[in-house]
């Protein structure tokens, strides 16, 4: 199976700062992962991914880092907005299902 | 865009009774799934669903049952429900089998009383 873990249940920034999310997980066959975002009321919603043949994917103001030594992984939100408050997990492939973490969740101070 | 709609946003049922949630995909997907989401807990694979008429266990699939009758639809049934069996339910699909994105619904709220 697979274990993962986000290291805060929740987290605050000041609008405009960076904001960093982790996560841990335990299974070093887990092959892909993804950060999905979800906002009050609605389903979780994609947001990043990244294979472990890759240490660091970037998007539109977030980056997700990889490390597999330590099997680590966060997710960074350039210039945080209002509109980035919500919940925040990762999710990690072994190869035959998905788990998921139990989330970060991300305030916007405005 | 993927869009995927569940039946209901929120239900209440009494225990013992019958439930059906509902979910529907428009993008073709070959693969749906079910889970559950409570707090300080993971979503949770409840069942999965590969092909029309095809259904695999997820992790917690004790007292649900599941029917995919035809591709686009998905359906989540608890034969008699329970007082733990009260969580947000989320369903979702994908294009791919695997190691690829899931599409997810905004999820039903479901209280047993």
Known sequence: ?110 | DVKVTQSSRYLVKRTGEKVFLECVQDMDHENMFWYRQDPGLGLRLIYFSYDVKMKEKGDIPEGYSVSREKKERFSLILESASTNQTSMYLCASSLLPRSYEQFFGPGTRLTVL
């Not at chain 1, 788990?99 to 916007?108: A, H, N, P, R």
């Open chain 1, 1 to 110: 199976g697979e274990s993962v873990g986000l290291h805060l249940p929740t987290l605050s920034v000041q609008e405009g700062d960076n904001s960093i999310i982790n996560c841990a997980y335990s299974n070093s066959a887990s092959d892909y992962f993804i950060w999905y975002k979800q906002e009050s009321g609605k389903g979780p919603q994609f947001i990043i991914d990244i294979r472990s043949n890759m240490d660091k994917r970037q998007g539109q103001r977030v980056t997700v880092l990889l490390n597999k030594t330590v099997k680590h992984l966060s997710l960074q939100i350039a210039a945080t907005q209002p509109g980035d408050s919500a919940v925040y997990f990762c999710a990690a492939d072994t190869g035959n299902q998905f788990y998921f973490g139990t989330g970060t969740s991300l305030t916007v101070i405005p």
